[in-house]
């Protein structure tokens, strides 16, 4: 075919080719700016400037040296076993039946009598001890013989007198009981010479003195 004609592709200029690119593009923003529509700026009043505290910086973490090899052999590593915890279990409780038990069997004791070990008595307390008593002593030096009634001297009679006489503390006659007499004239006699003249180492107790009695007996007699 012939060359040219209106088929024939001209060849274009790339300076045309970026023209037509920056009419198109600038067409676009154009038309996108018309339709956006600018924000208002609010009033945000004067500004207020404020001190913020800011945290202060951590401790620096210490360094740790590294561990001696030497001492590093002796060290023994602890291990902490956490403590079992056991949950209860919720099994129901089955109670069984043993069954018959048998009765306890007693042995009998051999045939024969059978002797047992007596308990062996014990010694008895020891007794309280008592303490010694003496009894009145006559003093030597007293007279006892009391003086013969005129009476019964005259007549030429003799006889005795029994008494008991109470002696006290002192060694002296507290009293004088009758007992037995020949007569009264030999009681009398008897009686009033006693709580005047006799005399006595009193009993003691102890070792100390107390009241205590003593039958006497008196004799009269005669004599040639």
Known sequence: MPQGGFLEQKP???GSLAIVI????????????????M??????????IKDIPVDPDPPPVPVQKP??????KQKTAVTIVP???????????VFSDPGPVDPPVFTSLPPGPTTFPLPVPLPPPPAPKA???????IDPRAELQPPYPSSEERAGKEGSVTLRVLIGPDGRVKAAERLRAAS??????????ALRNWRFRPATLGGKP???????????????
Do not use: C, Y
């Open 83 to 93: 403590p079992r915890v056991t949950t209860p279990r919720n099994d129901p409780i």
């Open 67 to 72: 561990a001696d090899p030497k001492t590093a």
């Open 39 to 48: 924000p208002k700026a609010e009033d945000l009043g004067p500004l207020i």
């Open 12 to 14: 274009r200029s790339p």
């Open 210 to 224: 107390v009241e205590s009695s003593k039958v006497m007996t008196v004799h009269f007699e005669l004599r040639g």
């Open 184 to 193: 009264e004239a030999f009681w009398r006699a008897t009686e009033r010479h």
């Open 22 to 37: 920056a009419l198109h593009a600038a067409a676009i923003t154009a038309l996108a700016l018309s339709k956006m529509e």
């Open 131 to 137: 303490e010694v008593r003496k009894e009145a002593q």
